[in-house]
């Protein structure tokens, strides 16, 4: 069994900041992890990829975010983090982590509602 746990959702005025944390645990080692990745859901819309990052640290960011969020993540403690600044309200949504192990499925979080009000 793995488990992500995700924290650090919460409600932020528009212009604001949070970070995210994702930890892995359970059964699977940190370097059975290849990517880790945040994903969002707004009400009524797709989830969609918010960014991502590999093991070796190479990241990618859809282009709404860029420039705004930082994907990082520590290997050691099997955790994913998004540090998002300058938040707006179009960023409203549940933001859910997924971990990509080099073999097997991937694992999702249960997700962390993040709200900017303007």
């Known amino acids: 069994q793995v488990q992500l746990v ?3 959702g919460g409600l ?3 212009g604001g900041s949070l970070r995210l944390s994702c930890a892995a645990s359970g059964s699977i080692f940190s370097f059975d992890i290849n990517v ?3 994903y969002r859901q707004a009400p009524g819309k ?3 990829l918010v960014a991502g990052i590999t093991r070796g640290g190479s990241t990618n960011y859809a282009d709404t975010v860029k420039g705004r969020f930082t ?3 520590d290997n050691a403690k099997k955790t994913v983090y998004l540090q ?3 938040l707006k309200p179009e960023d409203t949504a549940v933001y859910y982590c997924r971990v990509s192990p080099y073999y097997g499925n991937a694992y999702w979080g249960q997700g962390t509602q993040v709200t ?3």
Request: aromatic letters at 4%; a negative charge; zero cysteines.
């Open 36 to 38: 880790m990745e945040w």
């Open 12 to 14: 932020v005025q528009a």
């Open 116 to 118: 900017v009000s303007s």
């Open 84 to 86: 998002m600044n300058s």
């Open 46 to 48: 797709q989830r969609d």
């Open 6 to 8: 995700e924290s650090g």
């Open 71 to 73: 994907i990082s993540r």
